[in-house]
């Protein structure tokens, strides 16, 4: 989490990843603000919110004596809070749409929420996050009764979803994880997120199973756990499932597998200890 004010006369910075979600306001700035394949040239006045993993940069210029640009960082454990709060609040829907990137809009308000951040920035980290929690919940719904997607700052939909489902389900391997979970997660509908995968030439238990099929790797490399164990701490239902897993993908049985390991790891040390 961080908040900033800037008042540069000029503010051109080259496309680059955003590594946490931002919300911005312009007051007095004129130029293009690009997001991903989008240019934005109308934000004088403008809240503009964009989601982490989004490639993007602004070529702007400073049209007014007291123009200023007010920034603040949400990082992904904000964004879970705020979508707490968010599912507690009935006047916020959660739109499922594929086409919002980012939000842009007026808000008359928008400007006193961003002076009153600025006013305690620097004196209490823990009134700062509350206040840009607060923040960030009240600009959600303006956007919301303007009937402006805000779902997509939820989804990271600009991550490779491959690789970020691997990383859940590797987090917590025996959770019992389904394609409608992981669907929410996203604010997508099954359906949606089925036909994504297939774009990137891979399914959810495709994921699910290399995911698990990995950590097992590691249980049989470097423990001595059983074969039944490692099944059960890599969240498979049965002994009998994994070794068909493990078989299909690697062409070898577990128990193989830890027999060829073990003996080229003895070499590799015999040969350093040499």
């Not at 130029?31 to 919110?49: C, P, R, V, W």
């Not at 490639?55 to 949400?74: A, H, V």
């Not at 994994?242 to 390991?261: A, Q, V």
């Amino acid at each position: 989490m961080r908040f900033s004010k800037h008042t540069s006369k000029v503010i051109d910075l080259k496309p680059f990843h955003l590594k946490q979600t931002i919300f911005a306001y312009a007051n007095g700035y004129s130029g293009i603000i690009s997001i991903n394949d989008n240019k934005l040239t109308d934000i004088n006045k403008k809240i503009i919110a964009i989601p982490a993993g989004s490639y993007t940069g602004c070529d702007l210029k400073k049209t007014s004596i007291n123009g200023c640009i007010f920034i603040f960082t949400l990082n992904s454990s904000m964004l879970d809070e705020v979508i707490e709060r968010i599912n507690m609040l009935t006047n916020i829907k959660c739109k499922k749409s594929d086409m919002s990137k980012y939000l842009c809009f007026y808000s008359d308000r928008a400007l006193g929420c961003f002076l009153i951040n600025e006013s305690i920035n620097n004196k209490s980290k823990e009134l700062l996050y509350d206040s840009i929690l607060q923040t960030t919940l009240f600009l959600l719904s303006e956007a919301n009764k303007l009937e402006q997607d805000i779902s997509f700052l939820f989804r990271e939909i600009h991550f490779n979803k491959r690789l970020y489902i691997s990383k859940l389900i590797t987090n917590n391997p025996k959770n019992n994880w389904s394609l409608d979970m992981i669907a929410r997660k996203f604010f997508l509908s099954s359906a949606s997120l089925r036909r994504q995968l297939a774009l990137e030439n891979t399914s959810f238990i495709e994921i699910l199973i290399s995911a698990r099929l990995g950590i097992a790797l590691n249980y049989l490399t470097f423990t001595d756990l059983t074969i039944s164990q490692i099944s059960d701490n890599s969240g498979f239902n049965s002994s009998s499932y994994f070794c068909t897993c493990f078989k299909n993908k690697y062409g070898i049985t577990p128990l193989n597998f830890r027999k060829k390991s073990k003996l080229k790891n003895a070499d590799t040390l015999g040969e350093n200890t040499i």
